[in-house]
């Protein structure tokens, strides 16, 4: 009777698990027409899933829920409705059974910045023209104006825009930016009165900036269209972290001097907003290619030398969704970087070669090889937490075994071997019991997109402490919604310290380097001792996650 009341308990529990897995799909619009107009004009939307009838669903624009008045068509893939007179520029929104959908930028023409006219006597750097009005992530753009500085000393600002769980129409959020990126290769040029940028991955339809240290130009709107894809950066969590280096001083004579490179949490479209809480020391360079440089001169025997620091950054998920067929891959400055060879990523090497060839075989298309590359690595290598001993790139592909920093390093250099622009990310991961452990993932570059993340790792069942869920909260009943997951799509448990491997320079040319490998920041120099500094010891800490918030 036990055994009976056991299965049916069990089927009914399926029964549920299936009933609430199978919630309302979100709408999707996928163009709005006009993008700038007038408030009370009618604007038309194209898309999917709004439902055959209103009912109870609504659009939103910037906030605001037009009256019922105003719907003059809602079907299935179509919506006409009325901007509300008092309306201002901003996204829209389609809600539908309880869902929303993705988000479209609509402009009030009467409010869109326009470039400035006529004579400007001051420093503040001004925009006179953009061209084209629009692009693409990875597109060049030509800014005309003044004031700009015969040399960079300030950015290129385009907006930016994350899902939010949490709707409020009575709140409009101010807008946000992100800055043209460096590992881009973002500045072409920079002069007084001109700006070559590539626009940068992350960035949406909206207004442009320039900013230096005279101050921000008068924003100038720019489109952000005909992407081969969706980029959603979502569920947004707020860290709160702490890392420290402690120094003792065996045996010292003067002079000397110890270098320290310490990486801070590297900037981009996903993670973002990184403030520094506090520190116990000031660095010597506060950006040396990436990380802040700390001198510590003429040290003692017995002294103890402490830095601590504390950051606090946002954190987000990110979910892609990829037209392949819509995909144009070209030659450009930023596929010749990131295609290269090196120490770290031998993707010259005949055999890592051969086997991106063989993976690969006849496919042009760079996303289908990406996932090609993915899917053979997550199928044919046994990924664990850690190896006995470490393991070249070469003898992994022999052995089919890795660890997440070689597995990471793999899916970089066959990429690579196969022509796709790719960069290694180090970092952390955050397990749902708080721990943190290191860890490596990767991000491949499509043209007029921008960058696609992947977990080869946690793609192949890696798993650190309790973690047993996706990022969507439901139960992985096996490796295939890991492997389906984290080719495109991204986690918000993880902090990125280093997006490349960072190739530092020694200071001294008589100093002595120390390095640290498979530690959560990719860069060749950590420590550089100088003079007569005969023996210390040094201690990196973990990285300790002291505060966490969502929203």
């Known amino acids: 009777m036990k055994a009976g009341n056991s299965t049916l308990t069990f089927f009914i529990l399926i029964i549920i698990t299936l009933f609430l897995s199978c919630g309302p799909e979100a709408p999707v619009i996928s163009s709005i027409d006009p993008k700038i107009g007038r408030m009370g004009e009618v604007i038309t939307l194209t898309g999917s899933l709004f439902g055959e009838s209103r009912d109870e669903s609504y659009v939103t624009i910037a906030g605001i829920s037009p009256t019922n008045s105003s719907y003059q068509v809602w079907q299935d893939d179509l919506i006409v409705v009325r901007v509300p007179e008092l309306g201002e520029s901003g996204l829209v929104y389609v809600h539908a059974r309880g869902v929303k959908s993705n988000g479209v930028l609509f402009s009030n023409i009467n409010t869109v910045p326009r470039p400035a006219e006529g004579e400007d006597f001051s420093l503040v750097p001004r925009i006179t023209s953009i061209s084209p009005q629009s692009g693409v992530p990875g597109s060049v753009m030509v800014i005309s104006g003044s004031n700009f500085g015969a040399s960079r000393d300030g950015g290129v600002f385009f907006s930016w825009d994350f899902e939010s769980g949490v709707f409020n129409p009575y709140i409009i959020r101010e807008p946000e930016y992100i800055e043209v990126s460096e590992i881009e290769l973002g500045y072409e040029s920079w002069s007084?009165?001109?700006?070559?940028?590539?626009?940068?991955?992350?960035?949406?339809?909206?207004?442009?900036?320039v900013r230096t240290n005279n101050g921000r130009s008068r924003p100038v709107f720019f489109d952000v269209s005909d992407k081969p894809?969706?980029?959603v950066l979502k569920d947004k969590r707020i860290y709160t972290i702490t890392y420290s280096v402690d120094i003792r001083v065996l045996e010292a004579t003067r002079p000397n001097s110890l270098y320290l490179w310490i990486p801070k949490p590297v900037v981009s479209p996903a993670q973002r907003n990184i403030n520094l809480i506090s520190r116990s020391a000031e660095p010597y360079m506060e950006n040396y290619r990436g990380a802040s440089l700390y001198k510590l001169d003429n040290l003692g025997t017995g002294a103890n030398q402490f830095i601590n620091l504390s950051f606090r950054l946002e954190v987000y998920a990110v979910e892609t969704n990829i037209r392949p067929q819509s995909i144009r891959q070209e030659p450009s400055p930023l596929s010749a970087m990131y295609t290269q060879s090196s120490a770290l990523i031998p993707c010259d090497d005949p055999q890592i070669k051969s086997a991106a060839a063989s993976i690969t075989g006849r496919e042009q298309n760079p996303y289908l090889k990406s996932r090609m590359i993915y899917d053979?690595?997550?199928?044919?290598?046994?990924?664990?937490?850690?190896?006995?001993?470490?393991?070249?790139?070469?003898?992994?592909?022999?052995?089919?075994?890795?660890?997440?920093?070689?597995?990471?390093?793999?899916?970089?250099?066959?990429?690579?071997?196969?022509g796709i622009p790719c960069i290694p990310i180090a970092g952390i991961?955050?397990?749902?019991?708080?721990r943190t452990s290191r860890h490596y993932w990767a991000?491949?570059?499509?043209?007029?997109?921008?960058?696609?993340?992947?977990?080869?790792?946690?793609?192949a069942g890696v798993q650190y402490g309790n973690q047993n869920q996706?990022?969507?909260?439901?139960?992985?009943?096996?490796?295939s919604g890991y492997a389906d997951f984290y080719f495109g799509n991204l986690d918000n448990q993880r902090i990125a310290f280093s997006r490349g491997d960072l190739l530092l320079s020694q200071m001294e040319s008589k100093g002595r380097v120390v390095s640290?490998?498979?530690?959560?920041?990719?860069?060749?120099?950590?420590?550089?001792a100088v003079g007569g500094l005969e023996s210390y010891s040094s201690f990196w800490s973990d990285i300790s996650i002291s505060g966490v918030y969502s929203q």
């Open 192 to 209: 007084a009165r001109e700006i070559r940028v590539r626009v940068p991955d992350g960035a949406i339809s909206g207004n442009i900036e």
């Open 376 to 418: 053979w690595i997550t199928a044919n290598m046994q990924i664990t937490r850690s190896l006995p001993s470490q393991i070249s790139l070469i003898n992994a592909l022999a052995e089919r075994q890795a660890d997440p920093y070689t597995a990471m390093l793999l899916y970089t250099a066959l990429s690579r071997a196969a």
């Open 429 to 434: 991961y955050l397990d749902r019991s708080g």
């Open 443 to 459: 991000e491949f570059w499509i043209d007029g997109f921008g960058w696609v993340p992947v977990d080869p790792a946690m793609g």
């Open 229 to 231: 894809g969706s980029k």
């Open 516 to 528: 640290h490998p498979q530690s959560y920041s990719l860069q060749n120099i950590w420590e550089e």
């Open 470 to 479: 996706n990022e969507e909260g439901a139960e992985q009943a096996d490796l």
